[in-house]
T-cell receptor
């Protein structure tokens, strides 16, 4: 299995809703990432989990809450989002989060989120 | 100054030609450099990486790295219409919290018949 699976593929939510995005990988990767990508822009890093612990938070608003229940699973809990949070949310994983230089990220297909 | 700069394009090349994509980065702590391809509406797909100065070849793709000039490039030989996509340069930096990829704005490549 060489895939990162994200669900749902599409999500429409109201500003008062609570929803969660799910990401799963079975490649034995020990680092997992959340990126946000707006139209015509590059992916922007939100969070990094290394060995199931949050290691990087790129000053993301608290209405986004990540969770890593185990080494294969990564969630992003959403609450009280704004319309400007509408974007493609990408999950990625890599073999290691250490200093080894050759580990690239494998991306999931993303969740396209619309906040109304 | 942006951390990672790329020409946004579009870069148009005829089928069979060589496409040259360039990237400059500001963080001298960047250790390795990744090139991703992203088709419209899809997620990024890893093409190749490089971490030593010089050239690295993989099939039709050649990555070039010059750390002194903080410059990375990607050459695509024998360009095909299926190569039409946005190409993202991503330096990898190791921080105290771990490593992260920071993406450039991407170059849109159009390969014309």
């Amino acid at each position: 299995d060489t895939e990162v699976t994200q669900t749902p593929k599409h999500l429409v939510m109201g500003m008062t809703n609570k929803k969660s995005l799910k990401c799963e990988q079975h490649m034995g990767h020990r680092a997992m990432y959340w990126y946000k990508q707006k139209a015509k822009k590059p992916p922007e890093l939100m969070f990094v989990y290394s060995y199931e612990k949050l290691s990087i938070n790129e000053s993301v608003p608290s209405r986004f809450s990540p969770e890593c229940p185990n080494s294969s699973l990564l969630n992003l809990h959403l609450h009280a989002l704004q319309p400007e949070d509408s974007a493609l949310y990408l999950c990625a994983s890599s073999q290691d989060n250490g200093a080894q230089q050759s580990y690239g990220y494998t991306f999931g297909s993303g969740t396209r989120l619309t906040v109304v | 100054q942006k951390e990672v700069e790329q020409n946004s394009g579009p870069l148009s090349v005829p089928e069979g030609a060589i496409a040259s994509l360039n990237c400059t980065y500001s963080d001298r702590g960047s250790q390795s450099f990744f090139w991703y391809r992203q088709y419209s509406g899809k997620s990024p797909e890893l093409i190749m990486f490089i971490y030593s100065n010089g050239d690295k070849e993989d099939g039709r793709f050649t990555a070039q790295l010059n750390k002194a000039s903080q410059y990375v490039s990607l050459l695509i030989r024998d360009s095909q219409p299926s190569d039409s996509a946005t190409y993202l340069c991503a330096p990898r930096t190791f921080t105290g919290g771990g490593n992260k990829l920071t993406f450039g704005t991407g170059t849109q490549l159009k390969v014309e018949l």
